[in-house]
Antibody
Framework: QVRLQESGPGLVKPSQTLSLTCTVSGGSISSGGYYWSWIRQHPGKGLEWIGYISYSGSTNYNPALKSRVTISVDTSKNQFSLKLSSVTAADTAVYYC????????????????WGQGILVTVSS | DIQMTQSPSSLSASVGDRVAITCRASQSIRTYLNWYQQKRGKAPKLLIYAASSLQSGVPSRFSGSGSGTDFTLTISSLQPEDFATYYCQQSYSAPRTFGPGTKVDIK
C-alpha cells in the first residue's frame, strides 16, 4: 500500500519561501510512469494543481504559479519537495502531495494516492 | 488552460436517492476525466478514472459516463457515507484542472 506524508512548517511569514516535503512509503518513487504532484486547497475552496515531477526530474508547473514554484525529487530518500517563494496570505492553504498514475494503453492519468494534507498559514 | 465547470454546485438528497452530477470541459478532453470524493477534513479519494472506469475498492453504486466535453457522475442509491463534495478533474493536458465541486448533503 503506497502512502504519502507531507511535512514542513505550518506557519510561514509573508515574502518568505514555503518549503514542504512529501515522503513516499510502500513503493519506490523511482518506479517509472508516475508523476508526483503537489495540489493545494484554499480554506473552504476547491483544488488547485501546483505542479508535478517525474522520478527523472522532469517537471511541469501551473502557469499561474510557475514563476514562484520549484519541485524537486530525492530518489535516495524516496521524497519529493515543493518550494513556493514570495508567499502572501493568498498562499494560505492545505497542501497535498499526490501520485499521478497512468492507466491503460492511452495513459489516463489520475491522482490515486494522496497524503493527508498539511495546513500552511502565511502570517507575520 | 482547460476550464472545468460542474452542476449543480450543491444538492440535497435522501438516502436511497439516485444522484447525478455533471461536469463540462471548455474543450474536448476525450475521456481524460476523473472524479473524486472529498469528505470534510480529508484528502480527496479517487472514484472514477478515464471517465467511466471504477477505481479498485469503490462501490459499484458509483458510475461515470461521457466523453468529449460533457460528463456525468451517478450514484445509483445514495448511502449515508456518500454525503461529501465531489470534484471532476481533467488529465488531458497540463495544467491539470479541477471543477469547483458539488456538495451533496442530507435533505
Amino acid at each position: 500500500q503506497v502512502r504519502l506524508q507531507e511535512s514542513g512548517p505550518g506557519l510561514v511569514k509573508p515574502s518568505q519561501t514555503l518549503s514542504l516535503t512529501c515522503t513516499v512509503s510502500g513503493g519506490s518513487i523511482s518506479s517509472g510512469g508516475y508523476y508526483w504532484s503537489w495540489i493545494r486547497q484554499h480554506p473552504g475552496k476547491g483544488l488547485e494543481w501546483i505542479g508535478y515531477i517525474s522520478y527523472s526530474g522532469s517537471t511541469n508547473y501551473n502557469p499561474a504559479l510557475k514563476s514562484r514554484v520549484t519541485i524537486s525529487v530525492d530518489t535516495s530518500k524516496n521524497q519529493f519537495s515543493l518550494k513556493l517563494s514570495s508567499v502572501t496570505a493568498a498562499d494560505t492553504a492545505v497542501y497535498y502531495c499526490a501520485r499521478d498514475s497512468p492507466s491503460g494503453f492511452l495513459e489516463w492519468y489520475s491522482f490515486d494516492y494522496w497524503g493527508q494534507g498539511i495546513l500552511v498559514t502565511v502570517s507575520s | 488552460d482547460i476550464q472545468m465547470t460542474q452542476s449543480p454546485s450543491s444538492l440535497s438528497a435522501s438516502v436511497g436517492d439516485r444522484v447525478a452530477i455533471t461536469c463540462r470541459a471548455s474543450q474536448s478532453i476525450r475521456t481524460y476525466l476523473n472524479w473524486y470524493q472529498q469528505k470534510r477534513g480529508k484528502a480527496p479519494k479517487l472514484l472514477i478514472y478515464a471517465a467511466s472506469s471504477l477505481q479498485s475498492g469503490v462501490p459499484s453504486r458509483f458510475s461515470g459516463s461521457g466523453s468529449g466535453t460533457d460528463f456525468t457522475l451517478t450514484i445509483s442509491s445514495l448511502q449515508p457515507e456518500d454525503f461529501a463534495t465531489y470534484y471532476c478533474q481533467q488529465s488531458y493536458s497540463a495544467p491539470r484542472t479541477f471543477g469547483p465541486g458539488t456538495k451533496v448533503d442530507i435533505k
